[in-house]
């Protein structure tokens, strides 16, 4: 059965939350989930429903907390918080006390998390096996190191983080569209070809490259007529995001 644990201090003197799972077996999957702008590790627990799933499917799961007014520093800024590093740290707080399978590491997040979340696939590529940002896929090149699967949904009738992208008074913060942002990943993970269009009756539809470099996936999920929300009835999100991760490791 699963064990909350309760919120830790880590070297920065910032929380997060995590659950561990009293398990006795092999190693775990360990699963980062990060808040959106203003949002708290609380709320994006409560949003993103990981722990629910973690107790079900058997993971762990750390849900973090950004510094300075709940905001990541992402595009990074000189003088903040180094929220690259804080997350290198909760991965070895929780290897420390729950049994992780350090190729088996994960990083979710909503809005500014996904754009956090973004930036962790480039900055910890030797650390993070995958990727699912929800509402904020960023490309923050350049970006260097060994290809990552990407996964990433985000709705059609966000007014925030819009799918267009381009929007000059968000500074950089939104400055690609996301199908630009996915091309660069797709770039990154040697993918051939452009992308191809699935789109059958219903709310959802697909973008995906295909012959990406070390079995990668880089792979977008629109969902019609969804503003900035967390996905849940047109798509379990959250489901589909561990289905993704459960297929891709860091190799060797």
Same mark, same amino acid.
């Given at each position: ?8 201090? =880590?070297? *920065? +003197? !910032? ?20 808040? %959106? ?25 750390? $849900?973090?907390?950004?510094?300075? %007014?709940? !905001? ?7 003088? !903040? ?7 290198? *740290?909760? +991965? *070895? ?26 930036? =962790?696939? &480039?900055? =910890? ?5 995958? +990727? ?10 350049? &970006?260097? %190191?060994?290809? +990552?699967?990407?996964? $990433? ?28 942002? =996915? ?28 012959? &990406? ?40």
């Amino acid at each position: 059965m699963p064990k909350a644990a309760p919120p830790r201090f =880590l070297p *920065d +003197i !910032r929380r997060y939350g995590a659950t561990y799972m009293n398990y006795v077996g092999k190693p775990l999957a360990l699963v980062l989930d990060l808040h %959106g702008s203003g949002g708290d590790s609380a709320g994006q627990a409560a949003t993103s429903r990981f722990e629910a799933l973690a107790e079900r499917e058997t993971f762990l799961v750390a $849900t973090l907390q950004a510094d300075e %007014g709940r !905001r990541w520093n992402v595009p990074p800024t000189d003088g !903040r918080a180094d929220d690259v590093r804080y997350v290198s *740290d909760v +991965i *070895d707080h929780v290897a420390a006390r729950a049994c992780t399978d350090r190729a088996r590491v994960y990083a979710t997040g909503f809005s500014g998390g996904a754009r956090m979340s973004s930036l =962790l696939a &480039c900055r =910890l590529s030797d650390r993070i096996a995958a +990727i699912a940002p929800m509402a904020g896929l960023r490309w923050p090149a350049p &970006c260097s %190191g060994r290809p +990552i699967p990407v996964l $990433t949904l985000h709705g059609l009738a966000d007014p925030q983080n819009t799918y267009a992208g381009h929007v000059a008074e968000r500074g950089g913060e939104w400055v690609e569209s996301v199908p630009e942002a =996915l091309a660069g990943w797709a770039q990154h993970d040697g993918c051939k070809g452009d992308p191809i269009l699935e789109d059958p009756p219903g709310p959802l539809s697909t973008l995906h490259y295909e012959g &990406c470099r070390d079995g990668a996936e880089v792979r977008l999920i629109r969902v019609d007529g969804l503003e900035h929300q967390w996905a849940r009835d047109e798509i379990d999100a959250t489901a589909a995001m561990w289905e993704f991760f459960a297929r891709h490791t860091l190799r060797p």
